[in-house]
């Protein structure tokens, strides 16, 4: 049987070749796309500049790459930050069904703001978005009211950098897991 990350790698090989980027070549590079991702979303949304003050820790994925034809899926490198340090790295993946076509890249940025949050993203077997901690995905009309005061939620996404075109209608699961040192 072909494991998930194998075909959602099949999927998406062709599609992230011909935007230029699969994935970082070194972890010092992914730290680096991260930070410079990190810094554009602080420097150009208030609400994420806040949130960065009060957050416990912030998961950045710079580069995800997602495409897909009836069958999808999206794969990406990430990095833990924590008081601005790196200190463990992660992938996220993810398989869709229905009515979709297309492909592109986007970036996003998690920021924790509670340590039961924090520890969830390392248990069992991986952190899946929409299971366990509440996630907010922060819009620019939500962005514009979020404060310190209204940020109780455990964590706060960012979407960032969209490039390309993908359309679609159907099921989607993704995952975060925590990648070996």
């Given amino acids: 049987m072909i494991s998930i990350k194998r075909f959602i790698a099949f999927l998406i090989i062709p599609f992230a070749l011909s935007f230029g ?3 970082a070549d070194s972890r010092s590079e992914l730290d680096r796309d991260a930070r410079v991702v990190l810094s554009q979303l602080i420097a150009s949304n208030e609400s994420a500049k806040k949130l960065s003050e009060k957050a ?5 994925f710079p580069v995800v790459t997602k495409a897909g034809f009836i069958l999808g899926g999206q794969y990406g490198d990430g990095v833990l930050f924590k008081q601005g340090r790196p200190v463990a790295y992660y992938n996220t993946a993810g ?3 229905g ?3 297309g492909a592109q890249q986007f970036g ?3 920021f924790f703001m509670k340590e039961s949050a924090l520890s969830a993203l390392d248990s069992t077997q991986g952190f899946e978005v929409g299971v366990g901690p509440s996630v907010v995905l922060v819009d620019q009309g939500a962005a514009s ?3 310190t005061i209204t940020a109780q939620d455990d964590i706060y996404a960012f979407i960032t950098a969209q490039k ?3 359309a679609g209608l159907g099921i989607q699961g993704n995952k975060i897991t925590k990648l070996a040192k």
């Avoid at 416990?56 to 950045?60: E, G, Q, R, S």
Wanted: charged share 0%.
């Fill in 21 to 23: 980027i699969v994935h």
């Fill in 56 to 60: 416990i820790a912030t998961l950045v």
């Fill in 95 to 97: 398989g869709s069904y």
């Fill in 99 to 101: 009515l979709q076509a």
């Fill in 108 to 110: 996003y940025v998690l």
């Fill in 145 to 147: 009211s979020t404060t």
């Fill in 164 to 166: 390309g075109v993908m």
